[in-house]
């Protein structure tokens, strides 16, 4: 419906994470959906489409950047880097660069906490090298604002999380050793939420079994739950990569390398 919505007013929904919806064309803007519902619950069920297109109207107005895209510099300062599941992005065009298996990262430009993914078309006239737009962006980022670090017991397993209010949480996994000890086997790192990073550093061959099983539980639930849900799975950090540690709640089943570091750690 709200996709609907948006083509009667001239744009496209072109991200979705359950939590907010960013659009593109005539309104442009990041819409938070709990709006959406609440509008809607104030009329019957055959208004719901006339009120979310009004709705869209309204909220994106507010929201709409006034950043010219194809104006550089007024855009390099407003340039982040958020990561995505694969297939929340609904366009093809977008600015990415692979981030983990099922993730990517995504060129974005925040402002006023409104936030624009970066058509690749824009890119081209730009006339820049995107692995240095992905720098600038990466660094900003970070500038902005760091996570809240935390220690968490999750069913009797310690682990490091950290936690915002903002979209861009999971971007920070580059800058792991500035908030976690990571020894040389590496960490397990869960990205449930695109508001939080678990971490759990491999030290012991039963304390990382014990986190996977913990990790892959709750970041299935909380996943589920959101909001702004991002993914299930579990990896293993070894830099500079996020390998896939393939598992369900109640299995797991490591690649080769992974079980090779396990069977070194002490017991």
């Given at each position: 419906?709200?996709?609907?919505?948006?083509?009667?007013?001239?744009?496209?929904?072109?991200?979705?994470?359950?939590?907010?919806?960013?659009?593109?064309?005539?309104?442009?803007?990041?819409?938070?959906?709990?709006?959406?519902?609440?509008?809607?619950?104030?009329?019957?069920?055959?208004?719901?489409?006339?009120?979310?297109?009004?709705?869209?109207?309204?909220?994106?107005?507010?929201?709409?950047?006034?950043?010219?895209?194809?104006?550089?510099?007024?855009?390099?300062?407003?340039?982040?880097?958020?990561?995505?599941a694969v297939g929340a992005l609904l366009t093809e065009d977008v600015v990415t660069e692979p981030f983990a298996d099922g993730l990517v990262e995504a060129l974005v430009v925040e402002v006023q906490g409104a936030v624009r993914t970066v058509p690749a078309p824009i890119v081209?006239?730009?006339?820049?090298?995107?692995?240095?737009?992905?720098?600038?962006?990466?660094?900003?980022?970070?500038?902005?604002?760091?996570?809240?670090?935390?220690?968490?017991?999750?069913?009797?397993?310690?682990?490091?999380?950290?936690?915002?209010?903002?979209?861009?949480?999971?971007?920070?996994?580059?800058?792991?050793?500035?908030?976690?000890?990571?020894?040389?086997?590496?960490?397990?790192?869960?990205?449930?939420?695109?508001?939080?990073?678990?971490?759990?550093?491999?030290?012991?061959?039963?304390?990382?079994?014990?986190?996977?099983?913990?990790?892959?539980?709750?970041?299935?639930?909380?996943?589920?739950?959101?909001?702004?849900?991002?993914?299930?799975?579990?990896?293993?950090?070894?830099?500079?990569?996020?390998?896939?540690?393939?598992?369900?709640?109640?299995?797991?089943?490591?690649?080769?390398?992974?079980?090779?570091?396990?069977?070194?750690?002490?017991?």
């Open positions: 419906m709200v996709r609907l919505a948006a083509t009667r007013v001239g744009s496209t929904v072109v991200a979705y994470d359950g939590e907010t919806v960013v659009l593109d064309g005539r309104l442009t803007g990041t819409i938070a959906l709990s709006d959406l519902r609440a509008a809607c619950d104030l009329e019957p069920r055959k208004g719901w489409l006339r009120v979310v297109q009004g709705a869209l109207h309204g909220l994106a107005q507010s929201v709409q950047s006034d950043v010219d895209l194809l104006d550089l510099e007024a855009v390099r300062p407003h340039l982040r880097s958020r990561v995505y081209l006239q730009w006339q820049v090298s995107v692995p240095g737009l992905f720098v600038r962006a990466r660094q900003q980022t970070l500038d902005a604002g760091l996570p809240l670090r935390s220690s968490l017991d999750l069913d009797g397993v310690e682990l490091t999380a950290l936690e915002s209010t903002g979209p861009f949480t999971a971007t920070h996994v580059h800058w792991l050793p500035s908030y976690v000890d990571v020894p040389p086997a590496g960490a397990l790192v869960a990205l449930p939420t695109r508001h939080l990073v678990l971490v759990a550093p491999l030290l012991g061959r039963q304390q990382t079994l014990d986190a996977a099983q913990a990790m892959l539980v709750n970041a299935d639930r909380l996943w589920r739950e959101g909001p702004g849900g991002l993914s299930p799975d579990l990896w293993w950090w070894h830099p500079p990569d996020l390998v896939l540690l393939p598992g369900t709640p109640t299995s797991l089943s490591p690649p080769p390398a992974f079980l090779q570091v396990l069977d070194a750690l002490p017991s």
